[in-house]
């Protein structure tokens, strides 16, 4: 090959493998979806360490059914019940007891996986908000005022009356959905792609439904003596305080506090299970911490009736959690579950709490006293008033 031909040939080669479209080159690789995880940070692998496998359950649980839920705030303040670990299932109801109870650490154990996922947008939520104004606003697509600070010092009903007269805006709401999803990844749990259109589904229930959002089951109708979701805001304990975390605005900032340093985590796990409450009972230890707290709602009715893992192992479960004189059971009854009213029962109420301390609990299990429900929801009770 001459010399003319060989350097023709070579410029060829180079010519063909140069990007002659550099452009269209780098759209292309922008195009390719990424394959590289979101790195796992420490809150997402606690979560990882202390979660066992989901279960399912009939209920959307997007907010609470039980308008009584405050009402052990008063004996919880009589009896100094304070600090140490927090545990509960269900939505944002622990964030109204870790409001009054104060703990330095909480876990919202749930055996769906969905609560797991709502939790996740709730912290992300937290993180966006500067103020109670400003989460509500966010949670149902609102505008916010230009003064949004101004509003700390503002009572719920005049946080309510803003939200009724101000229109929410679908355009406003996308745009905070969009940034939740952003948060919700960056955390750094592994999230499949139905799961985060889950979370986009919760926000957008809250979206539609606004203050008027209910409990809901799977196959059954929302019941007209469930709250929804302004009565949750605006109920009252047994001493006539409001004590729910949106009600003043040092409450929501000591719940915020706790998701900012990633202290509120949430938990998959069955109460019955042999891993999960083992879980967070050693990690509570490990802490130096004893539980304060424990809202189960009226989980222990299925365990007892044989739905799932049985009562047994949940007994031995709590037997193990550290605990001290001060530790206490919040649990919920339902009036016609036992085709009877509870005598703690308030009138006006389908639901009705009641108090236990958990040593009580242990000592009772322990010498076999337990042989029913109707056993649990009468033996060993607190005052409420």
């Known amino acids: 090959m001459s010399r003319k031909a060989l350097f023709i040939t070579l410029l060829f080669c ?41 279960g399912y359950f009939d209920t959307d649980n997007l907010i609470s059914n039980e308008a009584s839920f405050q009402h052990v705030m008063g004996a919880l303040r009589k009896r100094n019940v304070t600090g140490g670990a927090y545990i509960g299932v269900g939505p944002d109801t622990g964030f109204t007891y870790i409001a009054q109870i104060r703990p330095k650490l909480a876990f919202m154990i749930d055996i769906r996986r969905d609560n797991l996922l709502q939790h996740l947008w709730f912290k992300a939520l937290f993180a966006m908000s500067r103020n109670r104004l400003e989460y509500l606003c966010h949670i149902f697509g609102k505008p916010m005022p230009v003064d949004v600070k101004a509003w700390d010092a503002k009572s719920i009903a005049q946080l309510l009356e803003y939200l009724d007269k101000t229109p929410k805006k679908t355009e406003l709401f996308e745009q905070t959905r969009n940034e939740i999803q952003t948060r919700v990844k960056a955390m750094g749990l592994p999230l499949k792609a139905d799961e985060l259109d889950n979370i986009r589904r919760i926000h957008q229930e809250f979206f539609n439904a606004g203050l008027e959002l209910r409990f809901t089951s799977k196959g059954r109708g929302s019941r007209s003596y469930y709250p929804d979701y302004r009565d949750l805001l605006l109920e009252k304990d047994l001493t006539g305080k409001q004590c729910n975390y949106l009600v003043n605005e040092a409450d929501f900032q000591y719940v915020k506090s706790l998701e900012d340093k990633d202290l509120i985590i949430p938990v998959v796990g069955d109460l019955a299970g042999k891993a999960a409450l083992a879980n967070i009972g050693k990690y509570i230890a490990e802490k130096g911490e004893k539980v304060s707290a424990f809202y189960t709602s009226n989980v222990e009715f299925y365990l007892m009736r044989g739905y799932g893992s049985s009562f047994d192992q949940f007994a031995e479960n709590l037997r193990q959690l550290p605990r001290n004189e001060h530790s206490v059971f919040i649990r919920s009854y339902f009036n016609g579950s036992m085709g009877y009213d509870h005598p703690q029962t308030v009138n006006g109420y389908y639901s009705t709490q009641l108090l236990q301390t958990l040593d009580s609990f242990v000592k009772e299990f322990g010498s076999g006293g337990y042989q029913s429900y109707q056993d649990l929801i009468s033996k060993h009770l607190l005052e409420l008033k």
């Open 14 to 54: 180079a010519l063909a493998q140069a990007p002659i479209f550099p452009s269209r080159q780098l759209q292309a690789q922008q195009a390719k979806p990424t394959s590289t995880p979101v790195a796992a940070t420490d809150f997402a692998r606690l979560i990882e360490r202390l979660s066992e496998p989901g």
